[in-house]
C-alpha cells in the first residue's frame, strides 16, 4: 500500500470527557466513643473541605461559555472535498471549510456521528464555510479536564444562534467495544511505549518524523502516530474509526507513545490484504500495540436533534 500523507488532527486531553472510578472500601463495625464521635467530624469537614481549599488556589475554574465576536456563514458549493476543520489561530481567528452541520455538531460537542439521532438529511449534505473570530485572550486558554476548548464553546452558541439547534440527551444501549489488553501479562505490543517527553512542560514541542511524533497526534488513512497521549484520547478517536464507543478497560495509565498501520475497509477486498500491506485495524491493534477490541453492549449517552434549520447567510 502507497504511503498516504498525513493531515494533522489536534487533540488535546482538556478536551476529551474524563471517567473517573469509584474506590469502594469497607470498615469494620465498632462502637463509637463520643471523642471519637469528634474526631470524625472533624475529619469529615477536613476530607470535604480541604480539596475545595486547595482546588480553589491551584485549579483554574475554566471557561463554560463562549462566543464569536464577528461570525460569518456561507454555503459552499465548490464540490472540492477538501476540508478545514476548526483550529484557532493565536489571534482568535478560526477558518473553517467546506464542513457539513452535521460535522459542526460533533465537533462543538464531542459526539461520534453513532451518537448522533434525527440528524435532517440536508445537514448531512450540504456544506458550509466559517470565518470567525474569538477574544484572542480566550482563544488558546487552557480548559481543566472536562470543559470543551473555548472554540467548541463558541461554535455550540452559533449553532444555537444561527442554525436554531436545539437538542437533548439520552442514554440507551448499545453496541460498544472494550479496549483490552491482548497479551500474557497485559504487556503492550512493539509499537507502544511510555512517552519520551512531558508534554505539558514543554514550552517548544520537538520536530517529529513518519514513525515518532514527541507531542500530538497525526492521523491518516491506515496511519495513527500520536506522542505524550492518554489512551482516553485514542479511544475516542477510535470509537470514530470503529463506528461505535469505545471504553478504555486496558488499567494502563500515564502517557503513552505509538504508532499504528492498517489497511482500512474500504481497500480490503477479500478478507486478507494484499500481500506486503498491513493487517485490518483489529489485527493491527493486537500485534503492534498489544490491545484487543472486544464488541459487548453497554449504555451510551445519544445526541437527539430536536431543531436543526438552515442559516442565513452572510
Known sequence: ?????FFVSGVRGGDLKTRIDS????????????VSRLALAIAAVTVVMGPLAVGAFDQPAGITKAAFEVASIRRNVSGVMQER?????????????NLRVSDLVQAAYRVGDHQVQAMPAWARNTRYDISARLDPQIAEASQPPGLPPTWALALQALLKERFQLAFHRETAPRPVYDLVMARPGGKPGPNMRPAEFDCDALKE???GTDTRIACGIRQGPGRYLQGGSRLLEF??????????????RTGLTGRWDFLLTYTPDSLLSAGEPPRGDPPNLFTALQEQLGLKLEATTGPVEMFVIDRLEPPSEN
Open 1 to 5: 500500500m502507497a504511503n498516504l500523507p
Open 23 to 34: 474506590i469502594m472500601f469497607g470498615a469494620v463495625q465498632r462502637p463509637v466513643t463520643m
Open 85 to 97: 476543520w476548526p483550529n484557532p489561530r493565536p489571534n482568535g481567528d478560526i477558518d473553517v471549510r
Open 205 to 207: 514541542r520537538p520536530v
Open 235 to 248: 479511544t475516542a478517536i477510535l470509537s470514530r474509526m470503529v463506528g461505535r464507543p469505545v471504553f478504555d
